[in-house]
């Protein structure tokens, strides 16, 4: 891999628990892939994890896998065959298995020789450990960047320390060696038919870690999420168990949606102050933490199944609710954060540097008021609601009162280097006219105007509930951007009539056909007709790859299928169509737009990346990976429940 690019990530093997994850080839070692590494946190502390065994001309030789079970988004099973200390007949008799689980903080390792042979097998098993302490920017930008450590015993185990970070290693029966790399080793005495079992350990430490594990169980182990009466318990997040329910018609989304489970029960986080209170991270290995808009829509996608994982997120979301106006982290008084840090993040080569807390997204905060009225709906107790009436009330506030002149909710980067787009689409090019010329800011997003018109209407819906005043200024300023929005985001091209992707700063609408439009569907701010309009051209032939919606249309100049926002498909976005779509009383489009995702899922053996590419499905039969794709990601999780609310809308279809 040449250094400054992206790891590839499709092919590689995960194991997690956020904060917590193993990343390794199919083998089960660590080390020849740039992602490979144990990571906690923002940190890897292990670049290399190597067992081998020693054959009868005491060679050291490299195990041959021959199998991998998945068991869980927590737990693996490598088997390797060990032919060097074999018998010569053509069947196998000598197995290795290697079973990793990962808890917050602590990885496992159990290692198992099993022999079907007359006589006992012996050998030297080893496993060799170089710690590492790089960074994840550095690693995911293809920077090395291995931070100086020391190690010493520690009860027979091993110590290592770099800086606050440390890891201590402790394995059953084995001699430690202490040097360049940590070496365990195990004389293995196997005896006839029989089997010979020892297990190692690592505990991780970081005491500048700004997420914790999550204290919960999000569901059971069932194929289907589908709680009984009082299953899921919005009012907290203490143990929500779900059931198995009864078989999903298709047996695709029934095993997306028990994958689906197992990884969004992988990657919950609480924040130290309030461990009761759960959400979403975003997805690894990159985005191990907080982020507003991720969680908040992966709470929303999955809320038909837990309304408590909605109702802990918009808690922790709103302790964090601005209360100042700062322009260094983008904070002003009522917005929702984008994400959290226990450090300035930097990013090489892009220029972008971000406070540990910063604010910088222009959609977190209706999105939040959004979710709080779904959840509501959902059975939220009111007490939990009515606790959160403060944090609603500011967050309306800042969602009429930052308007811009036109009406329209806008953004830009008043530091230099902040996002330049605080959308969902936040990459620096993905507002694109149809030329490919980029949009300049002030940038006001279409989806955006949608969440706001939902927003105002949910949350006047909750005023009158507590009977709290405002709910009349709210529908006014509602039906005003409504109005607003028809008038000044359509454009007509050679594609057709649809809404803008955004208003730039001379409020000309930039007239790229993209997948954001899907968003407003359902939203209330389009009428019927325009609703339909909008759902035929996003399965249409330019925007549907068959596979999911692309992000933006094959006809405009800008189009790349591996472009990060600029025509790749993403399942949380895809999902959002979809579900807006049923909601809007369009049936048949959801269905095509969800066959697409079902179809994608099975390709990506059902856990469904952060994005893939956006090549049409009759050009290539199955959809390309992007290289450096979140594998488990939230919301690309939770789009499988989204899929079971349109079945369940139309079940006998």
Request: glycine content about 10%; overall charge negative.
């Amino acid at each position: 891999m040449n250094p400054g690019l992206q790891p590839f990530l499709s092919d590689a093997v995960v194991v997690l628990r956020a904060p917590t994850q193993v990343w390794s080839g199919r083998s089960g070692d660590l080390g020849a892939e740039p992602i490979d590494g144990i990571y906690h946190g923002d940190t890897r502390f292990v670049r290399e994890e190597a067992l081998t065994y020693t054959d009868a001309a005491e060679d050291v030789l490299i195990p041959e896998a021959v199998s991998l079970a998945e068991v869980s988004a927590s737990l693996v099973e490598f088997g390797a065959l060990l032919r060097g200390i074999d018998d010569d007949t053509p069947d196998p008799k000598v197995r290795l298995l290697r079973r990793r689980t990962v808890e917050a903080g602590i990885v496992r390792e159990r290692i198992t020789v099993r022999s079907h042979l007359e006589s006992p097998v012996r050998t030297m098993l080893r496993v060799r450990i170089v710690p590492d302490f790089a960074t994840m920017q550095q690693v995911k930008a293809g920077i090395p960047g291995t931070r100086p450590w020391t190690a010493h015993d520690a009860h027979g185990g091993a110590r290592v320390e770099a800086g606050d970070a440390a890891l201590v290693i402790w394995a059953s029966g084995s001699h430690t060696t202490i040097g360049e790399s940590i070496e365990l080793e195990w004389n293995v005495d196997c005896p006839p038919r029989g089997e010979w079992t020892s297990e190692w350990s690592m505990r991780l430490f970081d005491p500048t870690l700004v997420v914790h594990a999550g204290s919960a169980t999000l569901w059971g182990t069932g194929t289907v999420p589908t709680p009984p009466p009082g299953a899921a318990d919005a009012s907290s997040g203490a143990s929500r168990r779900v059931g198995p329910a009864s078989p999903v018609v298709d047996p695709r989304l029934d095993r997306w949606l028990t994958r689906a489970v197992s990884d969004l029960d992988a990657l919950r986080l609480s924040l130290p102050d309030h461990p009761e209170d759960e959400f979403f991270a975003a997805g690894a290995p990159w985005f191990f933490t907080l982020f507003g808009r991720d969680s908040l829509w992966a709470a929303r996608l999955a809320l038909s199944v837990d309304p408590g994982i909605a109702a802990s997120t918009l808690r922790v979301l709103a302790r964090l609710q601005g209360g100042a106006t700062d322009p260094a982290t983008a904070q002003q008084p009522g917005k929702i954060p984008h994400e959290l840090r226990s450090a300035t993040l930097e990013m090489p080569g892009e220029g972008i540097s971000l406070a540990p807390l910063y604010y910088g997204t222009v959609d977190a905060t209706p999105l939040w008021v959004a979710l709080l009225g779904e959840a509501s709906e959902a059975g939220m107790p009111a007490a939990d609601v009515e606790a959160l009436l403060p944090t609603l009330e500011r967050a309306l506030e800042w969602t009429i009162g930052t308007a811009g002149d036109d009406g329209f909710l806008d953004y830009i980067d008043e530091t230099g280097h902040g996002l330049s787009n605080q959308g969902w689409k936040d990459s620096g090019d993905s507002i694109q006219w149809r030329d490919g010329t980029i949009a300049e800011g002030p940038i006001a997003l279409s989806e955006v105007q949608g969440y706001a018109y939902e927003a105002a209407l949910a949350g006047a819906r909750l005023l009158d509930t507590f009977g709290r005043p405002g709910a009349d200024r709210l529908r006014e300023w509602a039906a005003g951007l409504k109005a607003r929005f028809a008038k000044r985001f359509w454009v007509t091209t050679p594609e057709g009539r649809y809404p803008a992707i955004a208003l730039d700063r001379d409020g000309r609408p930039v007239d790229t056909l993209t997948s954001n439009i899907g968003h407003l569907l359902s939203t209330g701010i389009l009428d019927a007709a325009d609703e339909a309009a909008v759902a035929d051209l996003l399965t249409g032939a330019s925007m549907s790859s068959g596979f999911g919606v692309r992000t933006m249309s094959t006809d405009a100049a800008g189009y790349w299928p591996l472009s990060y926002h600029g025509g790749s498909v993403w399942a949380h976005d895809t999902a959002i169509i979809a579900r807006g779509m049923a909601r809007a009383g369009l049936p048949d489009h959801a269905r095509t737009v969800m066959e697409g995702l079902l179809a994608a899922a099975e390709a990506f053996d059902f856990r469904m990346p952060e994005l893939h590419a956006g090549d049409a499905r009759a050009d290539s039969p199955v959809p390309a990976p992007y290289p450096a794709a979140c594998r488990p990601q939230a919301w690309s999780a939770a789009a499988a429940v989204a899929c079971l609310e349109i079945v369940a809308r139309d079940p006998e279809r």
